[in-house]
């Protein structure tokens, strides 16, 4: 089983930064690929960022490309989504997940953590 937990959420103004990480635990596998969704009030989930094991290759969804950055330390089990030039409509609730395949669909990702909260004010 695997546990992940995440950290660094808040309230930002628009414009500001915000870094969360998400920390794996248990049964994990440096094969695996790890990604960051979010999900705001009454929408579903959806991709924002993944990366490969190895930490060779990202992708970013098009909506935070050239704001987002994720990056990986697997000596620490560790996953990092730098947040910058926040927008309001990046207010959502963020979530670590864990792929064994390269995949950005939520429906291929079986261990999640319980998500933090961001919130940008205009």
């Known amino acids: 089983q695997v546990q992940l937990v995440e950290s660094g959420g808040g309230l930002v103004q628009a414009g500001g930064s915000l870094r969360l990480s998400c920390a794996a635990s248990?049964?994990?596998?440096?094969?695996?690929?790890m990604g960051w969704f979010r999900q705001a009030p009454g929408k579903e989930r959806e991709f924002v960022a993944i990366?490969?094991?190895?930490?060779?290759?990202?992708l970013t969804a098009a909506s935070v490309k050239g704001r987002f950055t994720i990056s990986r330390d697997n000596a620490k089990n560790t996953v990092t989504l730098q947040m910058n030039s926040l927008k309001p409509e990046d207010t959502a609730v963020y979530y670590c997940?864990?792929?064994?395949?390269?995949?950005?669909?939520?429906?291929?990702?079986?261990?999640w953590g319980q998500g933090t909260q961001v919130t940008v004010s205009s």
């Open positions: 997940a864990l792929s064994t395949t390269w995949d950005t669909r939520p429906e291929n990702f079986g261990s």
């Open positions: 248990g049964r994990t596998s440096r094969s695996n690929t």
């Open positions: 990366i490969s094991a190895a930490g060779v290759m990202t």
